[in-house]
């Protein structure tokens, strides 16, 4: 497991614009291994980075962030990075419009731009899509971000029990094959049972 964690970090470290990659883990560990050093990799090397949280509340994240050796304070005054409650990005007063979270995002970019940072690396936990039961919305919002080609390095985090619920209207691994082709890298903590051997 060393080596493959290496090798894992290797690659989040090294992410280019444009990379859009989906992460699948199976407990917080190893959810704030490679998203914090995802974040920090960004972080030290003058990126602006955003964070938009859902499993846990930003509060939460944060005060992982910092047990982890991120200065939240530092850089959140510095405006290089953003903890956003999914309520205030992707469901907004109980509703998602893909169109305005898209328009989020390249207000990130450009604002990035403006204050002069080397990057933008983005992150999402994409549980709220699964709580709320707009899965499909999910499904048209992730491959409309991959159409839109944003210059930013960006993770989508699901937790693997997202994709064993019993769920009314939609088969989860069918979900899952499909989300897989709208990013164009996974990474995968666990297999996922019945769909590991189709990635």
Known sequence: ??????????????????????????????KHFVLFTYLKTGLERGEATAYVASQETPQQVKRAM???GIDVKRYESAGALKVIDYKDWYIIGGGFDPAVTLDHWKGLVEESKKRKFTGLRVLGEMSCFFDNEIVEDLMNYENSFKKSAMPIMTICAYDRSLFTRQAAGYDPTEVLIGLLAAHSTAIIMAPVEGVVKTI
């Open 66 to 68: 910092q047990e982890y």
């Open 1 to 30: 497991m060393g080596v493959e964690r290496d090798r894992i970090i290797s690659f989040v470290r090294e992410m280019k614009p444009k990379d859009h990659l989906i992460f699948l883990y199976s407990n917080l560990e190893d």
